[in-house]
């Protein structure tokens, strides 16, 4: 996570999105990890993309922080 951290904290969210991926893979149940992926693809203009996989970890989780993010995403905010 600390790379993707790093990435996604200086621009470059295709290798951001890369390190969460595979931060989540290695533990799929850490909301950090689906946060910077969601993240990413928000910036990479995959807002809808970005918002189903929140939507699905919500789901599974009944996180309120990711309802959150879900309805800052919905509403165009900035991340």
């Known amino acids: 996570m600390t790379l993707a951290k ?18 989540n893979l290695q533990n799929k149940n850490k909301p950090e990890s689906w946060i910077i992926v969601a993240k990413s693809l928000y910036k990479l203009n995959q807002k809808q993309k970005a918002i189903k ?20 995403m919905k509403n165009g905010e900035t991340f």
Do not use: F
């Open 6 to 23: 790093n990435y996604y904290k200086n621009g470059d969210y295709e290798n951001a999105l890369k390190w969460a991926k595979n931060a």
């Open 53 to 72: 996989i929140l939507k699905i970890y919500y789901d599974y989780t009944k996180n309120k922080d990711i309802l959150n993010i879900i309805e800052r």
